[in-house]
């Protein structure tokens, strides 16, 4: 493709515009996993231990808190490119954002020029999502195998 100066001007605006909402989806997954693991790691230290079991269930909940977290993230995308016009519905920008946001590309759709960046900005969000999430569930687990450790004997 032969890119002129409108070209660039709209790959531009596409970028800074995609850099955005990887902004806003990033500090809310800064601040949403590191509520959590904070919410999880007070709770570990305040509660009588119970069974080891217990202490799973509420490790998998508080892990499963997290899933809910890139799920709304994913929400964020759906909002902005449906707001943004990218795409006629919420539905395809669901399927879209989905697809791209776990980096395996495989939905199909005919979008408009200057917004044919915007999958690959969306698989780079999902990316820092998903790592952010995973370093969250590590360290809960470590927390989890502490506390474990810790009351072992009980």
């Given at each position: 493709?032969?890119?002129?100066?409108?070209?660039?001007?709209?790959?531009?605006?596409?970028?800074?515009?995609?850099?955005?909402?990887?902004?806003?989806?990033?500090?809310?997954?800064?601040?949403?996993?590191?509520?959590?693991?904070?919410?999880?790691?007070?709770?570990?230290?305040?509660?009588?231990?119970?069974?080891?079991?217990?202490?799973?269930?509420?490790?998998?909940?508080?892990?499963?808190?997290?899933?809910?977290?890139?799920?709304?993230?994913?929400?964020?995308?759906?909002?902005?490119?449906?707001?943004?016009?990218?795409?006629?519905?919420?539905?395809?920008?669901?399927?879209?954002?989905?697809?791209?946001?776990?980096?395996?590309?495989?939905?199909?759709?005919?979008?408009?020029?200057?917004?044919?960046?915007?999958?690959?900005?969306?698989?780079?969000?999902?990316?820092?999502?998903?790592?952010?999430a995973t370093a969250s569930s590590i360290n809960m687990a470590n927390q989890l195998g502490n506390?474990?450790?810790?009351?072992?004997?009980?």
């Amino acid at each position: 493709m032969n890119l002129n100066l409108a070209g660039y001007e709209l790959l531009f605006q596409e970028v800074i515009l995609g850099l955005c909402i990887i902004f806003v989806v990033a500090i809310y997954n800064i601040f949403g996993f590191t509520m959590i693991t904070l919410a999880y790691r007070k709770k570990l230290t305040t509660i009588t231990f119970s069974s080891k079991y217990v202490e799973l269930t509420r490790f998998t909940a508080y892990t499963m808190l997290l899933v809910v977290g890139i799920f709304s993230s994913l929400i964020v995308w759906v909002i902005a490119l449906t707001l943004l016009g990218m795409v006629a519905d919420t539905a395809s920008a669901l399927l879209l954002t989905a697809s791209f946001f776990t980096s395996v590309g495989n939905f199909t759709l005919d979008l408009p020029f200057g917004w044919r960046l915007m999958p690959s900005l969306i698989a780079f969000s999902g990316l820092f999502s998903f790592a952010w999430a995973t370093a969250s569930s590590i360290n809960m687990a470590n927390q989890l195998g502490n506390y474990l450790e810790k009351h072992k004997d009980l």
